[in-house]
């Protein structure tokens, strides 16, 4: 499948997600204000939030389709891993906000008087939807190996835990335990920073040319294997997006003229690119003297 096609493919996701966020924070929005639920409130702000941070991934996966140009020679790529960057940056923020209101709430004890059952079960709906949008984003990104829809798909899954924390903390006030609303939002609020610190760590570690030390081990066995390859002498690997670009230095027979060198190099980068179809190999060769 072109890669191309797929980062296509990853704006339908980030699409959808804009979708679900646009009408899911407008019935929460309205619903939490006829009520008088300050939990769906905060969760429909929540969300409309998460629009801009979908918004952010879209661009990024536009940004990736942009061909190389003069300035640009390995493509736009590294758009994805800016678009994750800004969702973790979103996701974070959101959560110290949903912190410091739960904290404050729980020290005053809860709310005075509890919502309407009506927004316990908007917040219960939002979170099977939201559910649902997670999966499909959470399967699209790994068929097509996008990591700002990814980030995404994780962002959808932490709204739907926000949505159930609202509908746990509003059935609370309606029973009486008026602490459980705060209570919680703040094991929300924990679990969206945890999320959050995770993409961020992902998108730094890609930003500052970061690679798997499995995968360089993977290499490495695989190269090995190949015939006339003497030693390797050195491994560089970094991604762009879902594309994997490797550099190596390999030892050959010193005796080899420039033809069989080069037929060395043409089976690395066959056998390195049916293993990992989005992948550029640059092969350097070397004479085992």
Same mark, same amino acid.
């Given at each position: 499948?072109?890669?191309?096609?797929?980062?296509?493919?990853?704006?339908?996701?980030?699409?959808?997600?804009?979708?679900?966020?646009?009408?899911?924070?407008?019935?929460?929005l309205?619903?939490g204000?006829?009520?008088?639920?300050?939990?769906?409130r905060?969760?429909?702000?929540?969300n409309?939030t998460d629009?801009?941070?979908?918004?952010a991934?879209?661009?990024g996966?536009?940004?990736?389709?942009?061909?190389?140009?003069?300035?640009?020679?390995?493509?736009?790529?590294?758009?994805?891993s800016?678009?994750?960057f800004?969702?973790?940056?979103?996701?974070t923020?959101?959560?110290?906000?949903?912190?410091v209101?739960? $904290?404050? &709430?729980?020290l005053?004890?809860? !709310?005075?008087?509890?919502?309407?059952?009506l927004?316990?079960w =908007? +917040? @219960?709906g939002?979170?099977?939807?939201?559910f649902?949008?997670?999966?499909?984003?959470?399967?699209l990104?790994?068929?097509?190996?996008?990591?700002?829809?990814?980030?995404?798909?994780?962002?959808n899954?932490?709204?739907?835990?926000?949505?159930?924390?609202?509908?746990?903390?509003i059935?609370?006030?309606?029973? $009486?335990? &008026?602490?459980?609303?705060?209570? !919680?939002?703040?094991i929300?609020?924990?679990?969206?920073?945890? =999320? +959050? @610190?995770?993409?961020?760590?992902?998108?730094?570690?890609?930003?500052?040319?970061?690679?798997d030390?499995?995968e360089?081990?993977?290499?490495?066995?695989?190269?090995?294997?190949?015939?006339g390859?003497?030693?390797?002498?050195?491994?560089?690997?970094?991604?762009h997006?879902n594309m994997m670009?490797?550099?190596?230095t390999i030892k050959?027979?010193?005796?080899?003229?420039?033809?069989?060198s080069?037929?060395?190099?043409?089976?690395?980068?066959?056998?390195?690119?049916?293993?990992?179809?989005?992948?550029?190999?640059?092969?350097h060769?070397?004479?085992d003297?």
């Amino acid at each position: 499948m072109d890669l191309y096609d797929n980062l296509k493919k990853g704006e339908r996701g980030a699409w959808i997600s804009i979708g679900a966020y646009l009408v899911l924070s407008a019935i929460k929005l309205i619903v939490g204000t006829v009520t008088g639920s300050e939990a769906l409130r905060a969760d429909g702000l929540n969300n409309s939030t998460d629009v801009i941070a979908s918004v952010a991934v879209l661009i990024g996966l536009r940004i990736s389709r942009r061909p190389p140009d003069k300035n640009h020679h390995y493509g736009h790529l590294r758009a994805e891993s800016i678009a994750s960057f800004a969702a973790a940056f979103i996701m974070t923020a959101v959560a110290v906000q949903v912190l410091v209101q739960a $904290g404050s &709430l729980l020290l005053q004890g809860g !709310a005075t008087e509890p919502p309407s059952v009506l927004a316990a079960w =908007t +917040a @219960i709906g939002s979170a099977i939807v939201m559910f649902g949008v997670y999966a499909y984003n959470l399967r699209l990104s790994k068929a097509i190996k996008s990591s700002s829809l990814f980030a995404a798909a994780q962002d959808n899954r932490s709204d739907a835990l926000v949505s159930i924390g609202a509908a746990i903390g509003i059935f609370g006030s309606i029973f $009486g335990v &008026l602490w459980l609303d705060p209570l !919680a939002a703040l094991i929300v609020g924990l679990i969206i920073l945890k =999320t +959050a @610190i995770g993409i961020f760590k992902d998108a730094i570690h890609t930003l500052t040319d970061g690679f798997d030390q499995e995968e360089v081990q993977d290499i490495t066995l695989n190269v090995s294997d190949i015939p006339g390859v003497r030693s390797i002498e050195e491994i560089k690997g970094r991604t762009h997006g879902n594309m994997m670009f490797i550099d190596l230095t390999i030892k050959v027979n010193p005796d080899l003229n420039v033809i069989e060198s080069h037929d060395i190099t043409e089976e690395i980068e066959a056998s390195l690119k049916e293993r990992h179809p989005h992948t550029e190999v640059l092969v350097h060769i070397e004479p085992d003297i």
